[in-house]
């Protein structure tokens, strides 16, 4: 695994000014048969796991809404974790959003089956302190329709206590899983010590989060 912190905000700014920014980003390159550890990076944290699907209007209704997003990706998982459902029409189209709370370590082993180009276009994650509950994140930015102000207001709840890092899913064309991590500009404690040497999205593919 690569691991670069992103000192001059190259996907950053993308959504906001140099003077508005109070958050800074790093990125982690996996190669898929290498397994996902990102307890390693943020222990003893909770994350919410964000999967979604589109309605198909192929089909019948009750089969569709039988197969959420977490059904289609043949992602079981456990009784103990909890698994939150929403709905939400994007346009004229039904997006079925679910979410499971577990801990890192369940989430990597969970999901470490996905394609980089699935991860990359229907998977987010949001780390939070123990405490956090689902009803304490702000999911309002969901309704916007504007994919630019979607992803700034999205970035922006970092700014609620108790929640600690955004985590966007992505692929580089040498077929490496990319994660970049969104964190607070005042809780930067990972040890990474390298800095990402050059503007290399254009060879990346990193969704903006929740695009629908």
Known sequence: MK???DIHHYYLSNFFKHSELSCDSFWLFYNLEDGI???NFLPDQKVYSF???YADKDILVKIDEWKRAFRRNDIEFLPEAKLHKRDYLSGKRKVYLDCLETN????DEKFKGLTAYDTGQRFFQIVTDEDLS???IDLSFLELTDTGDKSRALIRILDTDGIQTLILNGYHHRGELLKVCIVKSDKTSLKITEDLPLNIFENTYVSMPFNW
């Open 3 to 5: 691991k670069y912190r």
């Open 37 to 39: 550890q990102m307890e």
């Open 104 to 107: 890192l370590k369940t989430a």
């Open 51 to 53: 999967l979604w699907e």
């Open 134 to 136: 689902f009803k304490d």
